[in-house]
């Protein structure tokens, strides 16, 4: 069974960086793109980022540019995100997701989804 | 950045009554639209990907179609757990991938 556990969630002022982390089991972790995903309070759900198996490509929304750095650990089965330099509007619960298939246009299907890690940013 | 529409914002819907959600597309996705439904704190759930195939699991009561710009979920016969927000992903162009604005299905 996929399981996806975030962790690393709290409270931060503006300026501030904090570090998530999602540990996957129940599948071979590095065969698989990973993404974070999340959900603002009474808004709807934006991609942060993704990071493929195997080449380690990573991708972001442009909101993520520059302030955050996907990585993993594939000996760990270790999904993180190094989030700097945070706004008010980074407030959200942060998901981490496993696409559907280990291949092209499934790794962006998010099939698998944590349970989320909240990120509030308040002074 | 190919922008998703979803609507209605909300549908209100009795039990054993069907629904319909609608996404539209800012330009072609072919067939390569996601269905997602999400409830309070729970992990979210993969519903339909490529347009119209169910993901493990999924009842048949929840359908969908649709390729390009205008596609379809619908759910026949709403069933108590099927009270939730619905959203559409499109990953034919990416970066960025996108989220329509979803859909609040409730009770009426």
């Known amino acids: 069974e996929v399981n996806l556990l975030e962790s690393g969630g709290g409270l931060v002022q503006p300026g501030g960086s904090l570090r998530l982390s999602c540990v996957a089991s129940?599948?071979?972790?590095?065969?698989?793109?990973m993404s974070w995903v999340r959900q603002a309070p009474g808004k709807g759900l934006e991609w942060v980022s993704t990071m493929t198996g195997t080449s380690g490509s990573t991708y972001y929304a442009d909101s993520a540019k520059g302030r955050f750095s996907i990585s993993r650990d594939n000996f760990k089965n270790t999904l993180f995100l190094q989030m700097d330099s945070l706004r008010a509007e980074d407030t959200a619960v942060y998901y981490c997701?496993?696409?559907?298939?280990?291949?092209?246009?499934?790794?962006?299907?998010?099939?698998?989804w944590g349970h989320g890690t909240r990120l509030t940013v308040s002074a | 950045e190919i922008v998703m529409t979803q609507s209605p914002d909300t549908l209100s819907v009795s039990p054993g009554e069907g629904a319909t959600l609608s996404c539209r597309a800012s330009q072609s996705v072919s067939t390569s639209l996601a269905w997602y439904q999400v409830k309070p704190g729970q992990a979210p759930r993969l519903l339909i990907y490529a347009a119209s195939t169910r993901a493990l699991g999924v009842p048949a009561r929840i359908s969908a179609s649709g390729s390009g710009t205008d596609f379809t979920l619908t759910i026949s016969s709403l069933q108590s757990e099927d009270f939730a927000l619905y959203y559409c992903q499109q990953y034919s162009d990416w970066p960025p991938l996108t989220f329509g604005g979803g859909t609040k299905v409730e009770i009426k």
């Open positions: 129940g599948f071979t972790f590095r065969n698989y793109a």
């Open positions: 997701a496993k696409g559907l298939e280990g291949y092209g246009s499934g790794g962006i299907i998010f099939g698998h």
